[in-house]
């Protein structure tokens, strides 16, 4: 019996084989080479991206170089100058429905402190009255913080919000928030535009970027005023 029949029957089989392994082989080395062309353009992309970032965060601090300018300092308003700044003087303009008017001269208290510990301070509130950059507020809610809540710059409209409850304060402590105030309008844009990208880059930002020079200053401001 010869077994030369079935040996031609398993050839064109082989050959079949043959070419399934040849463009498996393909198939598998075109992968390998997708594979090793990604792997290359992973480290190139993230040395582009990390040099723009760099480069973004290099103008930034060039840009914010310049600062804030000049910021005014603070006179003590002690010895006593004949102004209790203990006390509450326009607690009527917490209540609602008190016009702009009447809660505007109910910060003259305030401005006349701050005419003596910061005669800038009290010009800036008083220009910000006469451009009617002045907002006063019943439902303003802020975001729970304290300073939020009781008055805000709007660094967009360039205003001065003012809640109603800030009227419960002592003359002294609404004088202080103010400067509070003052100190966030005179913060550079790039400092804000830093604050802004600290928020892409983490959940909660960054808000001390800014609070921190207006939470200085309104210490400087109650150490003025209260000597403590
Ligand atoms: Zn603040």
């Known amino acids: 019996m010869s077994t030369l029949p079935i040996k031609e029957g398993f050839l064109p089989l082989a050959g079949i084989e043959k070419r399934q392994r040849q463009k498996t082989g393909r198939l598998a080395r075109a992968l390998a080479g997708g594979v090793r062309a990604d792997l290359h353009s992973v480290p190139r992309y993230l040395v582009r991206y990390s040099a723009l970032v760099l480069a973004l965060f290099g103008v930034l601090s060039l840009w914010e170089a310049q600062g804030d300018g000049r910021i005014p300092g603070f006179t003590s308003l002690l010895p006593p100058m004949g102004i209790d700044p203990s006390r509450v003087s326009s607690l009527h303009c917490a209540v609602e429905g008190v016009s702009d008017e009447v809660r505007w001269q109910g910060l003259t208290p305030a401005l006349k402190i701050l005419d003596h510990v910061n005669p800038q301070v009290a010009a800036w509130l008083r220009q910000k009255h006469a451009d009617g950059s002045i907002a006063f507020f019943e439902d303003y809610r802020g975001t729970g913080d304290r300073h939020m809540a009781l008055a805000k710059y709007d660094r967009l409209r360039r205003r001065l919000i003012v809640n109603h409850w800030l009227f419960c304060e002592n003359d002294g402590t609404v004088a202080a928030i103010l400067c509070h105030e003052y100190r966030h309008a005179r913060q550079s844009l790039p400092k804000l535009v830093r604050c802004a990208l600290s928020f892409i880059v983490t959940k909660d930002g960054d808000p ?21």
């Open 208 to 228: 001390s970027i800014l609070e921190n020079d207006a939470v200085l200053y309104e210490q400087e401001a109650n150490f003025a005023i209260f000597g403590k």
